[in-house]
């Protein structure tokens, strides 16, 4: 696995723009150039033997993407019965991939000034998905790392 630093944190220490979205109590933002459109949740069809995060197989207008479940992917507990997810379809170097988030928030514009990197602290596992942190008036918001997001097997299956 190769290592980008220096490549990964230049982007999100730019001023710019971020589609946000909650998962449980955690505010994250993807770049909003990343986003290709949001859905209400769109009827799924398991795959038999994929990993656990992956929800399903939707069918967006002949195109067939993988949904991840978010919860699952951060290791949260499952979304309350009755509380559909949300679908942000992100544009990935290998097509477009939906996560499936609680809820989706607005478009931010962010000022370089409040980025930090992540906190050595942290836990490696979400360390790897969380590019960085913007101190926000009322909250954090963390940028989330849409590539390694969604590669599964680094991810818990």
Do not use: C, W
């Not at 994250?28 to 949740?41: A, C, I, N, S």
Request: glycine share 8%.
């Amino acid at each position: 696995m190769t290592k980008e630093p220096d490549t990964r944190t230049e982007g999100a220490q730019a001023n710019g723009q971020f589609a946000t979205f909650f998962v449980g109590d955690l505010f994250f933002g993807v770049d909003v150039l990343r986003v290709q459109e949001v859905l209400r949740f769109q009827q799924m069809t398991r795959v038999p033997l994929a990993p656990e995060v992956i929800e399903g197989l939707i069918n967006l207008r002949g195109q067939i993407v993988t949904a991840i479940d978010m919860r699952r992917r951060l290791g949260l507990p499952p979304r309350l019965g009755g509380h559909n997810p949300m679908n942000m379809v992100v544009r990935t170097d290998d097509g477009p991939v939906s996560l499936l988030v609680d809820e989706i928030g607005d478009v931010l514009d962010v000022d370089a000034a409040a980025f930090e990197r992540p906190p050595e602290n942290l836990e490696p596992a979400a360390r790897e998905l969380i590019r960085g942190v913007y101190k926000l008036k009322d909250r954090l918001l963390l940028v989330l790392d849409t590539e390694r997001t969604v590669e599964l097997a680094a991810g818990r299956n």
